[in-house]
């Protein structure tokens, strides 16, 4: 997705799963970190340094569903991306609502109130809601299946943005099954999401 999206977008894109590329010499070449469904402690102390040497300058950061299940021991990644995962049901249908469209990654939605999809759907360990911009909520009332019932926030952001400092940080639940990466909708929502963190659009 994110490949036939640079053809029309004009992005050069950098993919790896190597997390020793995240180096100086690399980063100070981008413009975005997309962090797309890494889970886990990936990332070692030098790439930590140096990534957050990429952020004292006015840079972007996206994270895509899972980037929220991944460095729950660094602090300065938890300020940016606003949430730690904490569990989740099964993958099932589900009604995503919205609650603010003033952001361009929200453009696609536009005229809806909510969108319904199939996806594996996150709970976090602490709700975000006070030190990020929400723009949608999980409707709890359309999760049917349930591993246990820890999944329950009551408010339950999904979808939300921080800028802080000249740093664009955005952060999106969709993104686990492949259809996800073939909805014109959530293709839309992430490439504007993108292309707002590198400043190429408000």
Known sequence: MLYDLSKQQNWIITATENAGLLRENLLSKTDVVVFLNPTGDAICDEGQAAIEDFFKSPKGFVGIHAAAD?????????????AHFKTHPPSQDATVLFENFDH??????????SY?????????????????????????????????????????????????????????GFGHTNESFQ????????????????????
């Open 70 to 82: 991944c460095e729950y021991d660094w602090k300065f990644f938890d300020d940016l991306l606003g």
């Open 116 to 172: 319904s999809t199939f996806d594996e759907w996150y709970t976090f360990k602490v709700n975000p809601r006070e030190k990020v911009n929400v723009l949608a909520t999980l409707d709890e009332s359309t999760i049917k299946k349930f591993d246990n019932d820890n999944f329950r926030m009551g408010d339950h952001p999904l979808i939300w943005w921080t800028e802080k400092e000249g740093v664009r940080s955005f952060y999106t």
């Open 183 to 202: 909805d014109k909708y959530i293709i839309e929502h992430i490439k504007n999401a993108i292309n707002w963190a590198a400043k190429r659009i408000n």
């Open 104 to 113: 361009p990654a929200m453009i696609p939605f536009k005229g809806k109130k």
